[in-house]
């Protein structure tokens, strides 16, 4: 190995370290072909599992492209990067939700098998262990079929063993006896909105934010207060000081502080402790969604901000559907304080969710195949954001802005002001490319020029097609922003 003696680096990431300075000095450029791993582990006297991790190393941070049968070879310079989308610090008053015929339009089109991207924020299927659970799942029907005749209101107790165990890598301490699991992560929100609050309160929510959750508020009846959120940080901390300065003025503020739908931004950590020490102050109930807080980039998960709360004021919820099974439903929700109502309005609204697929799952993550499989589908969804912001920056005209997350799903496009994300959605949905209008995650008119992407497929030539054609959508659009297309909902 010529890397120094001394190096206390592993091995590979030695090996690595050469060929990326080999690659910096202009020896290897780019589109060049590595040499093969059986030649990398000869010419370095290290083994092929050692040849094969430095490849995968440099794989990982996008350095070089692995090619089916072929070998790795030097990636090509990647594009200037865009600037972040910009932050709308306007805040409006607390108004009644009215869902807007866009997003009723939306809703009828993200079932399109056709399109690609896909309209769903999820990880493709074949970066699902479907295989996996199949078998999991034939087993413990086998030997339990008399889940299929029965179920427990409780749910799963070696599902809420495993959740509660898992809990403890985002810093909270939780009883498996005080989860209560939920058909997914948007019954858990309902149900913890339920619980705090009545028709007629007002709830702060993110802005923008998951046009789902703006849904629930208006089936409620309940009042949304928009927050002016960074595209970086999230939520404005000081905006929802400003707003809930009156006493009793918010009962409740919904967030997702880790990789929310559909900004992807991180709250930092010292942001976290204050926001709870707000919501102490102020009296109003955090109910926190960390449903993507696995799909982090990072070397750690970022913490949940239940983390910061001794007393159990702020209500946890997540789910499993955006990591591993988006088909089987199942979400939970730990209200801390407000189990007891909690646990009865589950009781009320869907009494109980399916027995078998929860001991699938906790069988699942109890074998370790939850981590492993969580380890490639990070490393993977890592590698597809890069690839889609390059071709965003490649493809998109002048005057974009994007936003490039630590973690989760999305890309959050700032499109020159001027151009109305109804109608790029328009014209993309009838070419089969799936993107959400801006307008879709907000009540106002703020985002009318945002639109989101979602990087959950891998790439592919046909992707890169897609990503193409919609930036001479926007371009054809900020060459003509009257041109919008017939038919198109009002806005």
């Not at 739908?261 to 020490?277: D, E, F, I, Q, Y």
């Not at 985002?447 to 054809?476: C, K, M, N, T």
Request: proline residues 8%; charged residues 20%; aromatic residues 6%.
């Amino acid at each position: 190995m010529d890397a120094a003696h001394d190096d206390p680096a592993p091995l590979y990431r030695r090996l690595a370290g050469l060929l990326e300075r080999a690659m910096a000095s202009g020896a290897l450029q780019p589109g060049d072909r590595l040499p093969s791993v059986r030649r990398l582990a000869q010419q370095h006297d290290v083994s092929l599992n050692t040849a094969l991790q430095a490849c995968r190393w440099l794989e990982n941070r996008a350095l070089v492209q692995a090619r089916p049968r072929s070998g790795y070879f030097v990636a090509p310079t990647p594009p200037a990067p865009l600037p972040e989308p910009r932050l709308d610090p306007c805040m409006e008053q607390a108004s009644f939700v009215s869902v807007d015929a866009v997003l009723q339009e939306f809703m009828r089109v993200v079932e399109d098998p056709e399109a690609l991207p896909s309209f769903h924020a999820a990880p493709a299927r074949t970066l699902l262990p479907e295989a996996k659970l199949q078998h999991l799942l034939a087993g413990i029907n086998r030997r339990h079929p008399e889940y299929a005749s029965g179920y427990r209101m409780e749910g799963s107790a070696a599902l809420r063993r495993e959740i509660a165990r898992r809990a403890i890598s985002s810093g909270v301490q939780l009883r498996p006896e005080e989860i209560v699991v939920t058909n997914g992560g948007m019954e858990a929100v309902y149900l913890a909105l339920r619980a705090v609050a009545n028709a007629g309160d007002t709830v702060a929510l993110e802005s923008p934010t998951y046009f789902h959750l703006l849904q629930v508020i208006e089936s409620l009846g309940m009042r949304a207060l928009e927050i002016p959120s960074h595209p970086r940080d999230g939520l404005s901390i000081e905006a929802l000081d400003f707003a809930t300065r009156e006493p009793g003025a918010v009962r409740a503020c919904v967030l997702l502080p880790n990789f929310p739908n559909p900004l992807g931004s991180l709250m930092p950590v010292a942001h976290k402790r204050r926001l709870v020490g707000l919501a102490a102050e102020r009296g109003f109930t955090l109910i926190e969604s960390d449903i993507y807080g696995e799909l982090h980039f990072g070397e750690q998960r970022p913490p949940a901000l239940r983390s910061f709360d001794p007393d159990g004021d702020v209500i946890l919820c997540s789910a499993f559907t955006k990591t591993v099974a988006p088909g089987y439903r199942l979400g939970w929700v730990a209200p801390g304080r407000h189990f007891l109502k909690t646990q009865g309005l589950k009781w009320r609204t869907s009494v109980a969710c399916p027995m078998l697929q929860q001991e699938v799952l906790a069988q699942f993550i109890r074998d370790g195949g939850y981590d492993h499989h969580l380890r490639r589908l990070r490393a993977a969804l890592r590698t597809q954001m890069r690839q889609m912001a390059e071709a965003v920056a490649r493809h998109f005209p002048a005057g974009c802005r994007l936003s490039v997350p630590q973690g989760g799903l999305m890309l959050w496009i700032e499109l020159p002001r001027g151009i109305d994300s109804r109608a790029v959605f328009e014209r993309a949905r009838r070419e089969h490319i799936g993107v959400a209008p801006g307008a879709a995650f907000s009540c106002s008119r703020r985002f009318d020029h945002f639109i989101r992407l979602q990087y959950g497929d891998p790439w592919s030539p046909r992707l890169e097609a897609a990503i193409r054609r919609l930036g001479a959508i926007v371009a054809e659009l900020a060459a003509d922003p009257a041109g919008v297309d017939a038919g198109l909902p009002p806005a």
